[in-house]
């Protein structure tokens, strides 16, 4: 059974960083998918950035320049350093993975290519 633990969030004022951790377990498989995402109440789960074990990462728009997916496999956690943070990023962030999976696409951002779910960490950021 596949379990997802994030942490690292927190308040912060704009510009700050902050660094989101995912711990995976129970993955048997070592070719796979990997994102973030983001919900705010009463709007869509949307995805932040995504990467393939393998290494090819995407980001959307919004954060780009910004935001950075990383991985560090030894460990089984996925990271997502964030700068120059603005008040519109607060939101619950969310650490999702897919089943084994051979790079065959861009690192996807839509939540329906996922199967596995993190409970969440805040993140808030004041102007």
């Known amino acids: 059974q596949v379990q997802l633990v994030e942490s690292g969030g927190g308040s912060v004022q704009a510009g700050g960083s902050l660094r989101l951790s995912c711990v995976a377990s129970g993955v048997t498989y070592s070719r796979y998918y990997m994102g973030w995402f983001r919900q705010v109440p009463g709007k869509e789960r949307e995805g932040v950035a995504a990467?393939?074990?393998?290494?090819?990462?995407s980001h959307a728009d919004s954060v780009k320049g910004r935001f950075t997916i990383s991985q560090d496999s030894a460990k089984n956690t996925l990271y997502l350093q964030m700068n120059s943070l603005k008040p519109e990023d607060t939101a619950m962030y969310y650490c999702?993975?897919?089943?084994?999976?051979?790079?065959?696409?861009?690192?996807?951002?839509?939540?329906?290519?996922?199967?596995?779910w993190g409970q969440g960490t805040q993140v808030t950021v004041s102007s």
């Open positions: 999702a993975g897919t089943g084994p999976a051979y790079y065959y696409k861009d690192p996807p951002l839509w939540k329906s290519d996922y199967n596995y």
């Open positions: 990467l393939h074990s393998d290494g090819p990462t």
